[in-house]
């Protein structure tokens, strides 16, 4: 397994979560996510101008074994999904945390500080409770 | 025998035929009325193949087949067990086959006199007030429940109940089922020993919560051991508990989803009440209610008035959620599940729990015995259980899938891969009560080999199977370039 970025927070869900320069934040599922699903085969994002929740289930991963839902792990606003992965989701297993993304959210104000989202440390004691 | 099997277009001929079964050919005039925009350009590329062409083609394909008639078929969660092929007799009587579904009533007594038995049986079974027939799969008879809930919940103003609760480990279908009849899912997860998480379960519940949508035995082949305290906690919300029958054989003549509390269930008449399946259907997913949910049941049911049976329609029931088939569903399956069930008799029925639950537990304890690691050491099996081989794939590089490809050449179905994919690598096994101990055995015998391969030459597992008519498919390229058109490789 990869090092995790150490510039991105993560959730105990296998998300990622990237503050972008402007303050809007760009979301994607983690590498181990990516490998624990197997070859992505569809992936459905979020429309701009959606209105979500931190929770909320906002866009699915589908590999030959599951469909899994990925949630919003901060309250906001959709800017952008990333159309790309609609004609290449092998994108997400090559390049889980760049070119993967899988969409751009506008925070709600003050959501960010109540998402409770995980430093790479905390993250890493979570892979390790599940590798047992 | 050969191996493979070609397309039937690479049987074509130009001009060859089964003359004697054409249609009349049709004239230009009868035509006429169609619509222009209907009409197609040119004719349809068919296969132009004699009958004995096709006759051979589809034996030799079906020769082809794992299927339960030749092989063990160990798929979890779908209860691939015998047909016993009596079912299959009586209903292909004369009398069923041809009786016409707009016959008047008094010329099918017989044939309603069985779906009122099934209904009454199934009810008795299942603990519940009502049940209806018509779902014609299992998909449809959880979409029947589940807009029953809501016709229940709209009949008494209570418009703001949209949320189906659906724990982690219930049947994988449940939340398709939830989002087609208009609601909105709410997944919670459940504790390390496989059962639901119960403050997650109150923290979700609220005057948003129409129903929970629940499996037990769950999809971890686990007794969900919270479930009385989880109905009580759902209907104290003001929501309902739907029960999905996926996994009924584990408990049936046992425990009844009535007993435990449901307010609507669907059975898999064609698993538990073994008819055949899979590859798509015919199935028959027949609905029970208790008594809150009595006049939202579909139509039609049949009724019993003296010695007379007759259909009870529409204009009986105005709260009845309506049709889900043009007549009675899937009525030769429904015949089959009603003999099946009469040949079992009461003390049958509760041998089919108990079997099905002690070959489980014997196959698991086995593969334990064998080196191999269950997903829940803890937990007795149900009907089935999971076999992980999250260590195979981390030592030895040889994962779930591998294994399965590899029993193929073992004369063996593979059980269910990478479902639950709560658990990774993992293998859902179902024996099902069919079986004896000596298929068990051979099982057993064949994993632990595959085992030994794994260790010593695992080129030979990833690269199986070797013994069939195809080698490894890929299903990820099959899955990401989707081509069903068949197309000629070159002109000759």
């Keep these: 397994m990869s090092q995790l970025p150490q510039d991105l927070k993560y959730t105990k869900s296998h998300e990622w979560v990237r503050t972008r320069a402007d303050g809007s934040l760009e979301i994607g599922i983690t590498d181990h ?100 | 025998m050969a191996l493979t099997e070609r397309v039937i277009y690479e049987y074509s001929a130009p001009g060859r035929g089964a003359a004697d079964q054409w249609p009349a050919p049709t004239g230009e005039a009868e035509l006429s009325d169609l619509p222009a925009a209907l009409r197609r350009a040119e004719a349809p590329q068919l296969p132009e193949v004699s009958e004995l062409d096709v006759v051979r083609h589809f034996t030799r394909l079906s020769q082809l087949n794992f299927s339960i008639d030749t092989h063990f078929y160990p798929l979890g969660s779908c209860t691939m067990k015998y047909n016993p092929k009596a079912c299959n007799q009586y209903a292909m009587l004369p009398e069923f086959l041809a009786r016409h579904p707009l016959a008047p009533e008094s010329h099918g007594q017989g044939f309603l006199a069985c779906m009122y038995e099934l209904q009454e049986m199934l009810k ?81 519940v609220g005057p948003q919560t129409a129903g929970i949508m629940l499996t037990n ?75 809150r949910l009595l006049p939202f049941l579909p139509v039609p049911l049949a009724a019993k008035e003296g010695e007379r049976y007759r259909w009870v329609s529409e204009a009986e029931r105005p709260q009845s959620i309506g049709r889900l088939s043009a007549f009675m569903g899937n009525a030769g399956v429904l015949l089959r599940a009603y003999i099946y069930m009469r040949l079992l008799g009461r003390e049958g029925m509760q041998k089919v729990g108990e079997f099905a639950t002690l070959n489980a537990n014997y196959l698991l304890q086995r593969l334990k015995d064998a080196g191999f690691d269950a997903a829940y050491p803890r937990r007795r099996a149900s009907h089935e259980f999971i076999v992980t081989l999250r260590r195979q794939a981390r030592e030895l590089n040889v994962t779930a899938m591998d294994f399965a490809k590899r029993l193929l050449d073992y004369g063996f179905h593979a059980p269910t891969t990478y479902f639950p994919l709560l658990v990774p690598e993992c293998l859902l096994i179902e024996p099902t009560e069919t079986e004896t101990r000596e298929v068990l055995d051979a099982f057993v015998a064949a994993l632990s080999q595959i085992q030994k391969e794994a260790e010593q030459e695992p080129g030979r597992v990833t690269s199986a199977p070797h013994t069939m008519p195809v080698r490894r498919l890929d299903d990820v390229r099959a899955a990401r370039q989707l081509d069903l058109t068949w197309k000629p490789t070159a002109p000759s």
């Excluded at chain 2, 189906?164 to 049947?171: K, N, Q």
């Excluded at chain 2, 029960?243 to 898999?268: C, E, Q, S, W």
Aim: charged letters at 20%.
């Design chain 1, 33 to 132: 996510a990516q490998h624990a699903l197997g070859d992505l085969v569809f992936v459905e994002v979020p429309e701009a101008g959606r209105a979500v929740k931190s929770g909320d289930a906002c866009a699915v991963v589908e590999s030959v074994k599951a469909a899994s839902d990925v949630y919003a792990p901060v309250s906001g606003e959709i800017l952008e999904g990333n159309a790309q992965l609609a004609s290449a989701p092998e994108t997400v297993n090559g390049d889980a945390y760049g070119a993967g993304w899988l969409y751009r959210l506008k925070p709600a104000a003050g959501a960010v500080q109540a998402a409770q989202l995980l430093s790479p440390q905390d993250y890493q004691k979570v892979l390790d409770a599940e590798a047992g």
């Design chain 2, 217 to 291: 035995p769950s999809t971890l082949g686990v007794f969900e051991r919270h479930i009385e305290a989880v109905a009580r906690i759902v209907h104290d919300a003001g929501g309902l508990l739907y029960y999905d029958g996926a996994n009924l054989n584990a408990i049936l003549g046992k425990v009844r989803p009535g007993d435990m509390g449901f307010d609507v269930i669907h059975m898999n008449l064609h698993k538990t009440f073994s008819t055949p399946h899979g590859g798509g259907g015919p199935g028959a997913g027949a609905v029970g209610v208790g008594e």
């Design chain 2, 124 to 204: 008795e079974v299942t603990g519940m007030q009502g049940v209806a027939l018509s779902p014609m799969a299992g998909a449809h008879g959880e979409f029947a429940g589940v807009a029953m809930i809501r016709a229940y919940h709209r009949a008494r103003g209570d418009d703001a109940r949209n949320e189906i609760i659906v724990p982690e480990a219930a049947h994988g279908t449940n939340p398709a089922t939830a989002t087609m009849c208009g609601c909105v899912v709410r997944e919670i997860p459940v504790d390390t020993q496989g059962d639901v998480d119960l403050d997650a379960l109150r923290a979700a």
